[in-house]
């Protein structure tokens, strides 16, 4: 009892201090870290690679002026990447590069800098040409070092990267473990234990799969907004059986506006997608705490349509993650296939890791005092993250 007591005690903690101190809760998983967008395409031995980088990451890592980093609004940022189109050429051509067999490619800025919005955060949108020597026939590298962690700004950045050259398609998740992809149609088959042997095409997608597999498991443990969902899921939840409804519908939600969205079925703005997300977690919490006493046979009606309504925001704020602008094929399909079920693993380890210690702390005197505080503190943080994120802002 001494133990259920604690944990009872614990959570009335934990939820009071996520009410004091929700506006320090970052509002998704990329305060700490950030993700860099590359797509590669060419049909010869050249290739023109258009990068998406964080804006004020990028010109806090040129070594720029705080006016520079600092700046807010489209039209002074694109002013600050004119003003300093050197110094950003430079960090870009020093840490993304191409190579043609085994030689570096020069690098050159093509066309004017842009500026877009994922996820709430200015991104500056760069277009570089990449000149390269050598024969027809050859075997093209793409090799990424973007915001490393030496810089100390921000850690564990991974580059997705698009690429179509060649006639050769994939993508690749590269960070400081895997840096370098190399894009070639002519490397010789591999053979395996058995006397078969692997493709060249076969060896790409296999390490793809593997990559986007862990993105997507890093994507749902250091996604704040989405894990906070997810718990919310939880402590509504009465039972096995409904937890297991509850999860599926929000799965089976997510996974196909993540696939449409990731494809370009559809298209719905980050700056709508993302205050929404946040506003779906203050809802299902509210959910939870009116679902009590005479109303409660009517809110246990509502829960399911209103988690898989909020599963279909979700999906598309995985597929924003992604950041894919590229054709289909099957290895894009694989890619996506493999994000969604790394999402789905972790999905699956968290609730069955918590629903337990739910249960368990159910049973104890100050039970569901304890859950009706981390769902206030809950809806308190979803609303302070919609407040955060103006709808279309």
């Known amino acids: 009892?001494?133990?259920?007591?604690?944990?009872?005690?614990?959570?009335?903690?934990?939820?009071?201090?996520?009410?004091?101190?929700?506006?320090?809760?970052?509002?998704?998983?990329?305060?700490?870290?950030?993700?860099?967008?590359?797509?590669?395409?060419?049909?010869?031995?050249?290739?023109?690679?258009?990068?998406?980088?964080?804006?004020?990451?990028?010109?806090?890592?040129?070594?720029?002026?705080?006016?520079?980093?600092?700046?807010?609004?489209?039209?002074?940022?694109?002013?600050?990447?004119?003003?300093?189109?050197?110094?950003?050429?430079?960090?870009i051509v020093d840490r993304f590069q191409v190579s043609y067999d085994d030689r570096l490619c020069k690098a050159r800025p093509s066309g004017p800098a842009d500026v877009s919005v994922r996820s709430g955060r200015a991104f500056a949108v760069l277009t570089f040409a990449y000149d390269c020597d050598g024969a027809a026939v050859g075997v093209h590298a793409i090799f990424s070092a973007l915001f490393p962690d030496g810089e100390s700004f921000v850690h564990s950045t991974k580059t997705i990267v698009h690429y179509d050259v060649g006639g050769v398609q994939g993508s690749a998740a590269l960070d400081a473990a895997q840096s370098?992809?190399?894009?070639?149609?002519?490397?010789?088959?591999?053979?395996?234990?058995?006397?078969?042997?692997?493709?060249?095409?076969?060896?790409?997608?296999?390490?793809?799969?593997?990559?986007?597999?862990?993105?997507?498991?890093?994507?749902?443990?250091?996604?704040?907004?989405?894990?906070?969902?997810?718990?919310?899921?939880?402590?509504?939840?009465?039972?096995?059986?409904?937890?297991?409804?509850?999860?599926?519908?929000?799965?089976?939600?997510?996974?196909?506006?993540?696939?449409?969205?990731?494809?370009?079925?559809?298209?719905?703005?980050?700056?709508?997608?993302?205050?929404?997300?946040?506003?779906?977690?203050?809802?299902?919490?509210?959910?939870?705490?009116?679902?009590?006493?005479?109303?409660?046979?009517?809110?246990?009606?509502l829960r399911l349509p209103v988690v898989f309504a909020f599963g279909l925001l979700h999906g598309l704020g995985f597929a924003g993650a992604l950041g894919i602008d590229a054709r289909w094929s099957w290895e894009l399909l694989w890619s996506l296939l493999a994000f969604n079920m790394g999402i789905e693993v972790v999905q699956l380890v968290l609730i069955a890791v918590l629903f337990p210690l739910l249960m368990l702390l159910r049973r104890t005197s100050v039970g569901d005092r304890a859950i009706a505080t981390v769902a206030v503190a809950a809806a308190a943080i979803g609303m302070i993250w919609f407040l955060e994120r103006p709808v279309g802002g």
């Open 1 to 91: 009892m001494t133990v259920q007591r604690l944990l009872g005690q614990a959570a009335v903690l934990l939820g009071s201090i996520a009410v004091l101190f929700a506006p320090a809760i970052p509002a998704d998983a990329h305060d700490s870290t950030t993700t860099a967008y590359a797509e590669v395409t060419g049909t010869g031995i050249d290739v023109e690679a258009v990068l998406e980088l964080e804006y004020d990451l990028l010109m806090k890592s040129a070594w720029l002026y705080s006016e520079a980093y600092q700046a807010t609004g489209r039209a002074e940022q694109l002013r600050q990447l004119e003003l300093n189109a050197d110094a950003v050429a430079a960090y």
């Open 180 to 301: 370098q992809q190399e894009i070639s149609s002519t490397v010789k088959d591999s053979p395996t234990s058995d006397g078969a042997t692997v493709t060249p095409r076969e060896q790409r997608l296999v390490h793809q799969v593997g990559a986007f597999f862990v993105l997507g498991c890093e994507h749902l443990l250091l996604g704040a907004d989405h894990l906070l969902f997810v718990l919310v899921l939880l402590i509504s939840s009465r039972g096995l059986r409904d937890i297991v409804t509850a999860a599926s519908a929000f799965t089976a939600a997510h996974s196909v506006t993540f696939l449409l969205a990731a494809v370009g079925v559809i298209d719905v703005p980050a700056n709508v997608v993302e205050p929404l997300i946040a506003l779906s977690i203050a809802a299902v919490a509210l959910l939870h705490l009116v679902g009590r006493g005479a109303v409660a046979q009517r809110t246990t009606q």
